[in-house]
């Protein structure tokens, strides 16, 4: 009796990379008169993890219905012919890998050629509120740098439709160092529509942008928590966290407001078009370091 031929799961010989219910099928192999094939798949230790049949009337394939299967992980499977009078063919055997099968396997990291803290970007931690403020109300947030800056990115957004008349600035203590007037419609919450750009970079030291409302209303995107006690941790690639503190009406609250920083050298302009994290990313590239996707 012949034996099962060209094994394959998901249609490929050996594959790794496969899902968690591969499609293993086979040839048949020899004359069309056996009753049904068996079919087992053991993993590395050898247990069985499955076994299933599929009569002679059915397509000679199965897709893996048993105990879910590990991420990057190996198995061994194989197939055999059962005849009408019971007996059987010898065992014919290939293996497949899984590939990632869990997000929680994924983790990335920062790669590249070290850059001085102060020629990197700040970048608040992503947003998951929105704080508004109506006309003489006033929004801020604090930072410090250790670098030249030229420009400072903002999160904003305004209710659909309302005319708009506010006002950023960028502070070195109680002097103005740059602003912005904001005027229209909708701020489009997912454009770094909104930038304080200085004249002349900035030198390192504390600063503090102020948002303030004439017309209409303006919201602050923000996260709720203020950063960790361990934010200002360096690894020499990454964007460094924004750590200062934010303020409404002039009082402290525990949270950070959505902005960047930009350092010199200055990133390409068009980058203040994106959202928030791939803004960051971006420019990131541009200062000589870049994201990479890894594994665990």
Not at 152 to 170: F, H, K, M, N, Q
């Amino acid at each position: 009796m012949t034996s099962p031929r060209n094994l394959t799961a998901n249609g490929l010989v050996d594959p790794i990379g496969v899902d968690e219910r591969p499609l293993l099928a086979w040839d048949p192999a020899g004359p069309v008169d056996h009753e049904a094939f068996q079919l087992e798949v053991h993993d590395t230790a050898g247990s069985t993890l499955w076994r299933a049949s599929v009569g002679s009337e059915a397509p000679p394939e199965l897709r893996y219905d048993g105990p879910p299967l590990r991420g990057r992980t190996s198995y061994r499977w194989r197939v055999r012919t059962i005849e009408g009078s019971g007996s059987t063919s010898g065992w014919s055997g290939a293996q497949f890998e899984t590939g990632i099968l869990d997000a929680a396997d994924w983790s990335a990291q920062w790669i590249g050629r070290p850059t001085p803290a102060a020629q990197r970007p700040l970048r608040s931690p992503a947003p998951d509120d929105i704080q508004w403020i109506r006309a003489g109300e006033t929004l801020e947030q604090t930072f410090t740098t250790s670098g030249l800056t030229t420009a400072v990115s903002l999160d904003l957004t305004s209710p659909y439709g309302e005319d708009v008349i506010a006002r950023a600035e960028l502070l070195a203590g109680d002097r103005v160092v740059a602003a912005q007037d904001l005027q229209g419609g909708v701020f489009p919450w997912d454009r770094f529509a909104h930038y304080i750009e200085a004249p002349e970079p900035l030198s390192p030291g504390t600063y503090r942008v102020v948002i303030s409302v004439t017309v209409g209303s303006v919201g602050w995107r923000t996260a709720r928590a203020a950063p960790p006690a361990d934010a200002r941790m360096d690894d020499g690639l990454s964007p460094l966290p924004v750590v200062g503190h934010a303020l409404r009406d002039g009082v402290v609250t525990e949270e950070t407001r959505s902005l960047a920083v930009e350092p010199v050298p200055a990133p390409n302009p068009v980058f203040r078009h994106r959202g928030l994290t791939e803004i960051c990313v971006l420019r990131s590239c541009c200062n000589g370091y870049k994201a990479l996707r890894t594994k665990r």
